[in-house]
């Protein structure tokens, strides 16, 4: 995939596509023929600060870590982006979600893992 402003992070997306985060403050969504489905600053009208991690649950809802905002957020195939984690994080970096609703950051800064629950209902 040509054309990407310094990529970071990469994650698969059900259905065979993968989104992307860049050093340049986007997060792109691409389907599984490598055609840009949609950028997230565009879709959403969110400002990233510097994005890193992203994931997918088993929703299809996409989550970024912000390392510049200390942030985790969470941007569903329909409605407006929420967010996760805004307290706690030193540098978020990667990130991974469970299928039973957890949420793992890597904070750099910090030398650990950070374990969140963000979905309470069943699978």
């Not at 970071?8 to 599984?32: I, L």
């Not at 890193?52 to 989550?63: E, H, Q, Y």
């Not at 949420?103 to 910090?110: G, P, Q, W, Y």
């Amino acid at each position: 995939v040509p054309n990407l402003q310094g990529p970071r992070y990469v994650s698969a997306v059900p259905g065979g596509g993968f989104v992307v985060s860049e050093e340049c403050g986007d997060v792109k969504v691409f389907m599984s023929s490598r055609e840009l489905l949609c950028s997230l600053s565009s879709k959403y009208r969110h400002q990233f600060g510097n994005p890193a991690g992203v994931c997918v649950d088993r929703d299809g809802s996409i989550l970024v870590a912000d390392e510049q905002r200390r942030t985790v957020h969470l941007f569903p195939e329909h409605g407006a982006p929420v967010c996760l984690v805004s307290t706690g994080l030193r540098r978020p970096a990667g990130v991974a979600c469970s299928s039973s609703g957890h949420l793992f950051v890597a904070d750099t800064v910090e030398n650990c893992v950070k374990v969140f629950k963000y979905c309470v209902r069943p699978p």
